[in-house]
């Protein structure tokens, strides 16, 4: 018979095991980033409150990945904000920066899948109070249904004109069906197929990344041939 608290006491479990694990296997990129930080003389982590189990307010742990002040312009990002560093950039594309999550899990303020923790302020605007109650009646997650469905979002909205109002009115209602189904249909299963879903899309976005950069490197098909010259055909 399945038991709810038994399920929710072994995912807590697996949470803990796995942010053990996780940051054990990160360490070198933890302390690589970490001493780029330092020497660009910025934070190591971006910390901002948002909202966990129950709607109660914690801090979340990022690596930083923008200059200094860009919350006062608001938390949307699109793909060429002009906020985000450099290495920055990296870490977003890889999702790096979300590392350092693995300390909100390892304190239990979060589990490696659930809804996205969002700003009180993002909650108010975005969620009605009966919606926010439900999605928040679990722990927010680093994965989801709704961070995978929109893992490119900053790329989306960099093409729409006015991005608040799209994001509050188109992206954030269709985020909030993905997290209540989640919720309805929790089950371990469930997490586990989102994790190692997640676990794949990282690999496939490594993987379409380093082989465009090798192409470029070496050449691709067809591409760097010397102007003016026609490829040689075989007479017969």
Not at 65 to 72: A, D, L, P
């Amino acid at each position: 018979m399945f038991d709810p608290l038994r399920s929710q006491q072994l995912k807590s479990i697996i949470d803990r095991f796995l942010a053990v694990t996780g940051l054990l296997v990160t360490l070198p990129i933890f302390l690589a980033v970490a001493i780029i930080l330092k020497i660009q003389r910025e934070s190591v982590f971006f910390t901002q409150e948002r909202v966990g189990l129950n709607l109660k307010i914690f801090k979340i742990f990022k690596f930083t990945t923008m200059v200094k002040g860009s919350e006062k312009y608001g938390t949307i990002t699109t793909a060429n904000d002009l906020r985000v560093t450099l290495l920055g950039k990296v870490l977003r594309r890889f999702k790096l920066n979300e590392i350092p999550q693995l300390i909100n899990v390892l304190k239990g303020e979060m589990s490696f899948v659930g809804p996205r923790p969002l700003t009180p302020e993002e909650i108010e605007a975005c969620y009605p109070p009966a919606v926010r109650g439900k999605i928040y009646s679990v722990k927010p997650g680093i994965t989801g249904y709704g961070s995978l469905v929109f893992s490119n979002e900053d790329e989306h909205l960099e093409n729409i004109d006015d991005v608040e109002r799209y994001f509050t009115e188109v992206i954030m209602p269709k985020k909030a069906q993905l997290e209540i189904y989640y919720v309805n249909h929790w089950s371990i299963l469930l997490d586990s197929k989102l994790f190692f879903q997640t676990i794949f899309k990282l690999l496939k976005d490594f993987g379409r990344y380093f082989g465009s950069h090798f192409l470029d490197l070496f050449g691709r098909p067809g591409v760097n041939q010397p102007p003016n010259i026609k490829p040689s055909r075989e007479k017969r």
